[in-house]
């Protein structure tokens, strides 16, 4: 089954989250899966069961409640966005599985340019050190996924000081340019050539590029 990626470069986040709840509710058995890369204006999103009083410091970047689990993160340019659109029946792949294939994607993806990673047991993510350079956020219906993840590459990360990244107070954010310098738009390319390298194995899938402009019900972020 072909992953349709679609390169969307920089996108307003409630356009796109309505776009991917729309994909989703309109999508059958046989339909191809979907990757969307991208990047959002500066934002901050949180999960439906977080508090509105998220800002420690108050500035002028909007605050939008998503329909993903978890608390806060700050999402804006200089980030890789990754949409999974991924139908995980299909797969046979329950919620765990499917986020330690995204973290081991971010992980193997960093590894190129020498940078070593890791997870945190009970924080999904990636981290360099005990800093946060990728979030992975999910929300799971009808079998399938939609949300992804996002990694830092360079950025201001200064926004993440106004928020308990992921409800963790003591939790720092970094940016891939701390330990390597790679142009965003490299980046992109690296990634995508990692994500297929992975998931074309593990889940039977061929990636067709465009250049543009569940199981269960459930929803997870951190």
């Given at each position: 089954m072909?992953?349709?990626?679609?390169?969307?470069?920089?996108?307003?986040?409630?356009?796109?989250?309505?776009?991917?709840?729309?994909?989703i509710?309109s999508k059958v058995?046989?339909?191809?899966?979907?990757?969307w890369l991208?990047?959002h204006?500066?934002?901050?999103t949180l999960g439906?069961g977080?508090?509105?009083?998220?800002?420690?410091i108050?500035?002028d970047?909007?605050?939008i409640?998503s329909?993903?689990g978890?608390?806060?993160t700050?999402h804006?340019?200089?980030?890789?966005v990754?949409?999974f659109?991924?139908?995980?029946?299909?797969?046979?792949?329950?919620?765990?599985?499917f986020v330690?294939e995204?973290?081991?994607?971010?992980?193997d993806?960093?590894?190129?340019?020498?940078?070593s990673?890791k997870?945190?047991?009970?924080?999904?993510?990636?981290?360099?050190g005990?800093?946060?350079?990728c979030s992975?956020?999910l929300t799971?219906?009808?079998?399938?996924?939609?949300?992804g993840?996002?990694?830092?590459?360079?950025?201001d990360?200064s926004?993440?000081?106004?928020?308990?990244?992921c409800?963790k107070?003591?939790?720092?954010a970094?940016?891939?340019?701390e330990?390597?310098?790679?142009?965003i738009?490299?980046?992109?390319?690296?990634f995508e050539k990692?994500?297929?390298a992975?998931?074309e194995?593990?889940?039977?899938?061929?990636i067709?590029?465009?250049?543009?402009r569940?199981?269960?019900?459930t929803?997870?972020?951190q």
């Amino acid at each position: 089954m072909e992953l349709i990626l679609r390169k969307l470069g920089l996108q307003d986040y409630h356009k796109t989250w309505a776009s991917m709840q729309k994909v989703i509710l309109s999508k059958v058995q046989g339909d191809s899966d979907g990757l969307w890369l991208l990047e959002h204006f500066p934002v901050y999103t949180l999960g439906f069961g977080a508090s509105e009083n998220i800002l420690l410091i108050k500035n002028d970047i909007p605050v939008i409640r998503s329909d993903r689990g978890g608390e806060a993160t700050y999402h804006g340019p200089g980030q890789i966005v990754a949409y999974f659109l991924i139908n995980l029946r299909r797969k046979g792949w329950g919620p765990k599985r499917f986020v330690n294939e995204l973290e081991s994607s971010v992980m193997d993806f960093l590894k190129d340019y020498g940078v070593s990673s890791k997870r945190q047991q009970g924080n999904p993510g990636v981290y360099i050190g005990n800093k946060k350079i990728c979030s992975v956020g999910l929300t799971i219906k009808r079998g399938y996924s939609y949300h992804g993840l996002i990694i830092n590459i360079d950025m201001d990360l200064s926004p993440f000081e106004s928020i308990n990244i992921c409800g963790k107070q003591s939790l720092k954010a970094t940016d891939l340019n701390e330990f390597a310098e790679v142009p965003i738009e490299k980046a992109y390319k690296d990634f995508e050539k990692t994500v297929k390298a992975r998931f074309e194995g593990g889940m039977d899938t061929r990636i067709r590029s465009f250049l543009l402009r569940p199981l269960m019900n459930t929803a997870l972020y951190q």
